[in-house]
């Protein structure tokens, strides 16, 4: 995951990371995971430039975006903000929005899939990327095609299809 490849405009996104919670402290190559995870997504999509922000939170902070936001007054583990609304052409800055991740949602997940901490926190990188791309999961055929993006780009990273479980148990 340390290789930073570069988009057809030879540019790679500019990511600012901002951690919100001491948590973070425990997985010390947090900012460097993200920013890999981006920039594999932007190199297999073709992305151009673009910049963002990717902010590394606690439960309680991402629960209450979660509520203000979605109606949803529980915690999650990723959370995307397009800069652009759904349908709208793109403004002429290469922002494109913010990305939070929770610690402890992550963490638990982690745990309960059997798959290690930086690698599950990569794939809800690369998740919240292509949300800020306008993919979603919102119908069947949409979440086929985003997960089917986000195998490829793990792939790309010789990362462990995320998916993989959960359809086993299927």
């Given at each position: 995951m340390t290789a930073r490849p570069r988009g057809r405009h030879g540019m790679r996104p500019?990511?600012?990371v901002i951690t919100r919670s001491t948590r973070w402290k425990r997985q010390?190559?947090?900012?460097?995971?993200v920013k890999s995870a981006i920039f594999a997504a932007a190199?297999?999509?073709s992305t151009p430039p673009?910049?963002?922000a990717i902010v590394l939170c606690n439960d309680s902070a991402i629960k209450t975006?979660?509520?203000?936001?979605r109606g949803k007054n529980a915690a999650t583990n990723v959370l995307s903000f397009p800069a652009a609304m759904p349908g709208n052409k793109r403004h002429a800055s290469p922002?494109?929005?913010?990305?939070?991740?929770?610690?402890e949602t992550t963490a638990r997940e982690a745990l309960a899939e059997g798959k290690p901490f930086r690698l599950h926190l990569a794939h809800l990188a690369v998740h919240g990327f292509l949300h800020l791309l306008g993919y979603d999961h919102e119908t069947e055929r949409d979440a086929q095609e985003m997960e089917r993006l986000e195998r490829r780009i793990m792939?790309?990273?010789?990362?462990?299809?995320?998916?993989?479980?959960?359809d086993?148990?299927?």
């Open positions: 500019q990511i600012e010390p190559k947090a900012s460097a995971i190199n297999a999509l673009a910049e963002l975006l979660n509520r203000d936001w922002y494109i929005g913010d990305i939070v991740i929770a610690f792939a790309a990273m010789a990362i462990p299809d995320p998916y993989a479980s959960r086993a148990e299927a």
